[in-house]
């Protein structure tokens, strides 16, 4: 099971990436109607779209059975790419409702489950998830907030400025293999 | 495939055909109106009281309507199967649209056969449907009816003449509706007997086999089929019991109007008929679940609602219990379909909404038939029926989400809702919308937040709701579905987002939109090189990606229809704009004659702002690459350039260099590709703006004009020497002056000058330029475009030379650009002038103000987005701003000198100082002008120290004085303008002599030659112009000047003989003058510096005293001394008063020394009478054994009070003299001299004689004293001091005697000297005269 999250500007831009991958097995079921499916087409255009529709990553569980580890690499990183940047349609809409910062849940699209933070200077942290685990991405989201906030102490940090720091990295890791 | 509707289950669809020779409006124009008919009263509909077809009709006086809907294009053959499950998916009527015209005047029997057989080649021919059809002929024009209209079964001919044809439009569809209801008695007859019901029973999607039970096999015996209605005669009870024979059905169609690759291996899968095996064995139990539900399926398409419901809610009892999920599901659906169309009709009729939440009952029903059809597994043929499950369970998440959309929009459960629900569609925006979105113009489609959240708080129905709903038609399964059910899903998926404002998963739904498309494109063009597949764009409207070519076997270019990839690439387009790349940032412009109207020279391409990156880059350069991809799959390789170079543009801050390496190549590639292939279409110059600064480089000195007043030809002689016109500006600093100093360039018609372009490229790749050339305004100018290549990441300056045809005010406003295949482009650069200075200043503050905050989010921040806001705020500043642009002034064709040849060797002259020797310059004219005006003018280095010292004004006014006469009087360099010609003819030769006088301190000198073609004739009486040109050539000099005679120790002495007997004898003669009193000695020591010897001579040249002259030999190292008689002068008292001059016309500067009055006097007197000295005097040397002569300087002597007393003729002049008496004659006699000294006797008596002329104007009164030494050897009588002489008139003299007498030998000294007491300062100028005796024993 893996979880992807993205750290993400006013202005849509990616600051911070992480792909976690959780020893957690896989609850979701595959819907019966996925599988089986048809090889389908050669080209390349029908790669974007099986790998659109997640019919690559469903094909993918349903024939390795026991391993249930995704990689978030090649074409289904764009993927989620694609599916993280989406989501922030909704994002943007029910941030606006709600008062609250986390916003869990708020979209699914294939198998993936989305779940959001919403800081007060705008920023977004989008996590892909496949699992309910509300708990234990609240925490999680509190903990890279918080480590977010000691980024941006910094003065010369921006809203804009990429998060490269190792000192970062290494803690948004340890937080996510604490609560995911 | 028709747009999706909820109501489709509700819904009879009748096909739209043209028929025949037929005008598309025409269709059109009728389709339309056939169409408006949605909905039909059932009371309208004519019974058919047959029997056995009455099952169907509507009861007398029922109240309910029939909805129809029109598609024009049939289900494919695919869905065949699902003919008993889902007929209101199939066209149950067809009505055939043709014209008849009187000129065509085609025979209705034509029209008629051409309709069967179009009816023959859409359906195959077991298929259960169509059961009606009608073909409606109308006229075209009223003329002459063609009345030969005969009788044939199945076509109306509406002439053109007859009024309301849509009232019997009307009354025709009813008809037909009839015709279809009492068929689908005939179909649930078939249905209701055992062996029907266990066809029903055998598979999950069953079919009944009515082609086998023909009589006949179709194909035997076409023209019976196409003279008959064909369905009437062919369900009857009797021929439902035949044997079947299956071999009709592997008749494969070639041409089809259906979409997708005719042989992609879905499409073989989902064939249905040849691998179906023995159905008749499953059917052994057999419910009668699926016979109530088709019942009531067509009860509902029937509008009888009522009876629709009963046998719906009895099929889902039995199918739930069967476990028969998907036909379970599909009751459901028909169930919540129902009732809207009863809401609808209640509506309709009464007119009152239900209660609150009304829908959620509906909701539920479609709810529940999705979870069926998701959780459904078929048991049996997995790969047919996987796609046909996923096909409802998707619609169904769509009529589910579609019912929320719908309730969203229109405010709640309403009219609008039901007629939405009915008979719109996800394709078209809800009103409510549709009409906000109008009135934001143009760009984005985007419902504002605000409009969209109060239609959720009305309805209670968020758009996330709706946005989750639609998610869940989104997964795998859609690779079950064939491409053109894929892509009808996902357009409607896309639709909704759309519509919901939620763009950038609308954007995602597109990409997959767009990979089917593609795929379907590409799989289509590897398989079959002709006809491309028809239909592929389905889903987007106005996608045809048809080839209309013929296949041949060599060489047929294929025209392609570029129509369909317009708009593929408009989707393309969208999905790019959502991600904040703008791929439309360089534009395509039709042709290559058609330049790019407007010029750029706004800010906003300025590429200093920081443009704050917007967007995913990662995803953008995916989504561009494939977005590349799209456009050289179609191909449209003039969009392969534009995207590469959009986004090369746009987004090549966050680019990889193999990116941009890449992109750059593929553009180029694409480019030449469709030039090759002759696309018009040409790129829009793409890369910013290039250009940074241009300049025109001055011409070369010998060429640049330079203006000069014509008043200059008139006035011979200026005033003051130009040399000397110093700081005439009372002010230190003069921001004027510079302004003044920046006159516009000066250029010459016909001939050449360089223009120097400096432009950028940001980026990491060798910009290609394939033609940069100047763009200008004012005169012509004529100038070759330049290709090049801009290196990396760089500035890099161009030169362009370019020519002014004619005379006058050229601007040069910025360049065109082109790079290779693209279209020009030309850009302006203003002048930066303090206007456009502090707009772009506020300009990029309030860009950096934004920077850093993150005012606009999300979707606002894309740079476009930003930008309009940002502009509407600004615009009425920037109105009124008018550009200025580089200027420079094109003078008419000018002559040209050059220096054909000097006199000189090496350009060097040696001279010593005070040499005058001569150059000759030989000028030529190598123009075809005449030159008529020739002046020199000179500089040499002397000039400039001198000037600078007299500028800084610290000079005494004497120095100040020598330095301005040594510029003025004694150039280096002069020329004598009055002699020679001063014109030379085309191609003539000109001399000029310039002499040049040595000085020391002169290292170079430049001789510049002003010339001028200014008397040129002119064309025109106009007023001749003010100015004209001159050219100059200028000619340096290398001059070395050898010091070599030095003057010093000046003096002046009163003349005493005894000077003249102790010189040398040689030199006596000169000194030997008559009255001495008159005289005085100029002396002056002169030194040689030199190696070799040179004779010094000087001369007197004095108005009333003959001319004499002294020469001596003044050998290398030493120094001889120069005695010269000066006659003594005075100068009048009203000259010497003047004060010192200056020569140039400085400011009168007050005289820092504190001088008193008289010494003030003291200093005039000694200027003017050592300007009178100069004046008198003159030297010379001459080389000894040479040639070289010269002038030998004294202006750098000073001359002193007492020499100045020697110089000047006394006011009262005395003259001693020592007489005695002789012994014989008692007169009183000279004593003798010696040597200019008495010798008078000792002891004796001698008078001293004393003689006082008074010299001056005036009468004066004198007295004399006397001054003995040593005094006490000597007697005298009377006193020796205040000796009163009285008043003395002009030029009167007195004499006195004056009794002495020497007591003692040896040498005396009698001074005398004359005292006026009335003017006691008057001393100094009052005469003294000394004798000198020697007494001897």
């Known amino acids: 099971m893996s979880h992807h999250l993205f750290l993400l500007s006013p202005s849509d831009t990616p600051l911070y990436e992480l792909t976690h ?141 990429p998060i490269r720091s190792a000192v970062f990295d290494a803690r948004v890791r340890a937080s996510a293999k604490k609560y995911l | 495939m028709d747009p999706l509707e909820f109501g489709s289950l509700a819904r009879i669809r009748i096909l739209l055909l043209p028929v025949g020779n037929i005008k598309r409006s025409f269709f059109e124009q009728w389709a339309a109106e056939v169409r408006t008919f949605e909905s039909i009263r059932l009371g309208d509909i004519p019974a058919d009281t047959r029997d056995d077809r009455a099952r169907f009709m509507p009861s007398p006086l029922a109240s309910g309507h029939i909805h129809l809907s029109y598609p024009s294009h049939p289900l494919p053959s695919s869905h065949q199967t699902l003919s008993l499950f889902r007929p209101s998916d199939f066209p149950l009527g067809v009505i055939g649209i043709a014209s008849s015209s009187s000129s065509q005047n085609e025979s209705m029997s034509s029209i008629l056969a051409q309709f069967n057989a179009m009816l023959s080649d859409l359906f195959p021919p077991g298929a259960l449907f169509p059961l009606a059809n009608n073909c409606l002929v109308f006229e075209e024009s009223d003329g002459s009816t063609n009345l030969n209209l005969g009788n044939y079964p199945g076509l109306v001919v509406i002439p053109g003449m007859m009024g309301n044809k849509r009232l019997y439009v009307g009354t025709l569809i009813a008809d037909l509706c009839s015709n279809i209801l009492a068929e689908f008695a005939t179909v649930v007859q078939s249905l209701e007997s055992p062996l029907g019901n266990e066809y029903l029973n055998a598979t999950l999607f069953p079919t009944l086999p009515p082609v086998s039970e023909m009589p006949k096999p179709i194909e035997n015996e076409p023209p019976v089929r196409s003279s008959l209605p064909p369905l009437p005669s062919q369900h009857s009870q009797p021929e439902l019991l035949r044997v079947r024979t299956p071999t009709t059905l592997s008749v494969k169609r070639n041409s089809s109007i259906g979409p997708g690759p005719p042989s992609s291996p879905f499409r073989q899968s989902s064939l249905p008929a040849p691998t179906k095996k023995k159905p008749l064995t499953i059917g052994a139990v057999s419910s009668h679940g699926r016979l109530f539900k088709v019942l009531a399926d067509f009860f509902l398409l029937a509008g009888r609602t009522m009876d629709a419901s009963v046998w719906y809610s009895e ?9 028969d999920s998907v036909w379970h599901a599909s009751a459901l659906e028909g169930l919540a379909t129902m009732q809207v169309v009863d809401a609808w009709s209640s509506n309709q009729m009464n007119g009152t909404p239900e209660g609150t939440e009304p829908w959620t009952e509906v909701i539920e029903k479609v709810v529940q038939a999705a979870v069926l059809y998701c959780r459904s597994a078929p048991p049996a043929e997995p790969e047919a029926n996987f796609s046909f499950v996923s096909w409802f369970y998707t619609r169904s998440i769509l009529r589910h989400a579609s ?109 997959e939109v767009l990979g089917c498309i593609m795929d379907l494109v590409v799989c289509g063009r590897e398989e079959s090189g002709g006809p491309m597949v028809a239909g592929a764009g389905l889903g987007i409207q106005g996608v045809d990606l048809g080839d209309s070519a013929n296949r041949g076997s060599v060489g047929i270019r294929t025209v392609e229809n570029v129509k369909g990839n317009e708009s593929i690439l408009r989707v393309v387009k969208h999905i790019c704009r959502v991600h904040g790349i703008d791929l439309e940032a360089v534009r395509l412009v039709a042709s290559e004659t058609a330049e790019s109207g407007e010029a750029v020279n706004d800010g906003s391409e300025e590429p200093e702002t920081v443009e704050e990156a917007h967007g995913w880059p990662e995803l953008q350069i995916g989504i561009v690459r494939e977005a590349i991809a799209v456009a050289e799959a179609l191909p449209d390789y003039p969009a392969v350039a534009q995207f590469c170079l959009s986004s090369l543009k746009t987004l090549h801050v966050v680019m990889s260099h193999g990116d941009q390496h890449h992109f750059y190549s593929t553009a180029a590639r694409a480019l030449s590709t469709a030039r090759r292939r002759g696309d018009s279409r040409r790129v829009d110059y793409w890369s910013g703006k290039p250009i940074v600064s241009i300049e025109i480089l001055p011409l070369p000195l010998v060429r640049l004009p330079i203006e000069k007043p014509i008043s200059l030809l008139s006035q011979k002689q200026e005033g003051i020497n130009p040399i000397l016109v110093g700081k005439t500006d009372p002010f230190l600093y003069n921001p004027r002056r510079s302004l003044a100093g920046q006159s516009s360039t000066l250029l010459v018609q016909n001939e050449p000058f360089d223009v120097v372009i400096t432009l950028r490229n940001p980026y990491i790749f060798d910009l290609e330029l394939s033609k940069l050339s100047l763009s200008t305004a004012g005169v012509a100018i004529e100038s070759k475009p330049m290709a090049l290549v801009v290196p990396a990441n760089s500035f890099h300056p161009v030169t362009i030379a370019a020519q002014a045809l004619e005379a006058g005010t050229l601007t ?27 707009r772009q200043a506020r300009r990029r503050s309030a860009i950096d103000c934004e920077t850093g905050r993150s005012k606009h989010a999300g979707l606002d921040s894309r740079p476009f987005s930003k930008k309009r806001k940002r502009s509407s705020a600004t615009a009425t500043s920037t109105a009124q701003h008018t550009p200025k642009f580089l200027q420079c002034q094109v003078v008419l064709e000018q002559p040209l000198l050059r220096i054909r040849r000097t006199s000189l060797t090496h350009g060097a002259v040696m001279l010593y100082n005070g040499e005058k020797s001569t150059i000759r310059i030989t000028l030529e004219n190598v123009s075809s002008l005449p030159v008529d005006f020739v002046r020199l003018t000179f500089d040499d280095s002397t000039i400039a120290p001198a000037q600078q010292a007299l500028a800084e004004g610290d000079l005494s006014v004497y120095d100040t004085y020598e330095t301005e006469f040594d510029l003025i009087h004694k150039p280096v ?26 000085k020391v301190g002169c290292t170079h000198g430049i001789i510049h030659v002003s010339y001028s073609y200014c008397h040129r004739p002119r064309p025109t009486l106009d007023k001749p112009p003010d100015t004209f040109h001159t050219r100059q050539l200028s000619y340096p000099v290398l001059v070395t000047v050898y010091q070599m005679l030095e003057c010093f120790n000046l003096d002046i002495l009163p003349y005493s003989p005894d000077t003249a007997f102790l010189s040398p004898e040689e030199h006596r003669a000169p000194l030997l003058i008559g009255d001495v009193d008159d005289w005085c000695i100029f002396s002056v020591e002169v030194r040689n510096t030199y190696g070799i010897p040179f004779e010094v001579t000087f001369e007197r040249d004095q108005p009333d005293a003959s001319a004499g002259q002294t020469t001596t030999l003044v050998p290398p190292g030493s120094t001889s001394r120069i005695l010269l008689p000066i006659k003594k ?16 016309d400085r400011q009168f500067v007050v005289s820092k020394s504190g001088l008193s009055a008289e010494q003030e006097q003291l200093q005039r007197e000694l200027f003017w009478y050592r300007e009178a000295l100069l004046g008198y005097v003159r030297g010379k040397w001459k080389e000894t054994g040479g040639t070289r002569t010269g002038e030998l300087s004294l202006r750098q002597l000073r001359i002193t009070q007492p020499m100045l007393n020697s110089t000047r003729v006394e006011q009262a002049r005395l003259h001693l003299a020592l007489w005695c008496h002789e012994e014989s004659t008692d007169e009183l006699k000279p004593i003798p001299t010696r040597a200019g000294v008495y010798q008078p006797p000792l002891n004796e008596l001698v008078y001293l004689r004393t003689k006082v002329t008074n010299l001056s104007k005036t009468p004066r009164t004198f007295t004399v004293n006397f001054v003995l030494d040593p005094p006490q050897h000597i007697l005298f009588e009377g006193v020796l001091s205040d000796i009163p002489v009285g008043r003395l008139a002009s030029d009167e003299a007195y004499e006195f005697d004056t009794p002495v007498t020497f007591v003692a030998c040896g040498r005396f000294e009698l001074t005398a000297f004359i005292t006026d007491p009335s003017s006691v300062a008057d001393r100094d100028r009052l005469g003294r005269s000394l004798v000198k005796a020697a007494v001897q024993p």
């Open chain 2, 973 to 998: 360099f002069t020329w004598e303008s009055s002699s020679g010609k001063h014109a030379a003819e085309p191609g003539e030769k000109l001399v000029v002599t310039v002499d040049c006088f040595g």
């Open chain 2, 812 to 838: 040069i406003r910025g360049c065109c650009v082109q790079a290779p295949g693209g279209a020009t482009r030309e850009f302006l650069l203003p002048l930066s002038t303090d206007d456009e200075e502090s």
């Open chain 1, 21 to 161: 991958l959780s020893s957690k097995p896989s609850q979701a079921t595959p819907s019966p109607l996925a599988s089986n499916l048809p090889s389908w087409s050669t080209s390349a255009f029908a790669g974007t779209l099986t790998a659109l529709s997640g019919a690559s990553s469903a094909a993918q569980s349903y024939h390795t059975q026991g391993g249930n580890v995704r990689m978030g690499g090649g074409k289904d990183r764009h993927v989620i790419q694609m599916v993280a940047n989406a989501s922030l349609d909704v994002i943007e809409d029910v941030m606006r409702k709600e008062n609250l910062m986390y916003l869990k849940s708020v979209d699914k699209f294939n198998e993936w489950t989305v779940s959001a933070f919403v800081t007060p200077g705008n920023m977004k942290f989008v996590l892909l998830h496949e699992a309910r685990n509300d708990d234990g991405i609240r925490s999680f989201f509190l903990d890279v907030w918080e480590l977010y906030v000691k980024t941006m102490l910094n003065p010369f940090h921006t809203a804009h400025t």
């Open chain 2, 403 to 511: 019912l929320l959309l719908a309730v969203w929009a229109s405010k709640g459960w309403g009219p609008m809702t039901f007629a939405m629900l009915l008979h719109g569609s996800t394709a078209t925006l809800p009103p409510t919308l549709s009409q906000e979105s109008e009135s934001t113009s143009n760009g984005s489609k985007r419902v504002s937040y605000n409009s969209a959240e109060r239609l959720s708080s009305i309805t209670g129905i968020t758009r996330s709701a709706i946005s989750s709903v639609v998610a869940q038609a989104h997964g795998p399964w859609l690779l079950h579905l064939g491409s053109r059910e894929r892509i009808f899903i996902l357009e409607n998926v896309a639709a909704i987002y759309s519509i919901l404002g939620y763009l950038r998963k609308e954007a995602y739904i597109l990409r």
């Open chain 2, 1129 to 1144: 002068f005075a100068l009048p008292d009203d000259e010497i008063r003047q004060p010192i001059p200056t020569l140039s």
């Open chain 2, 315 to 323: 099929a889902i009892i039995l199918l739930k219990s069967s476990q």
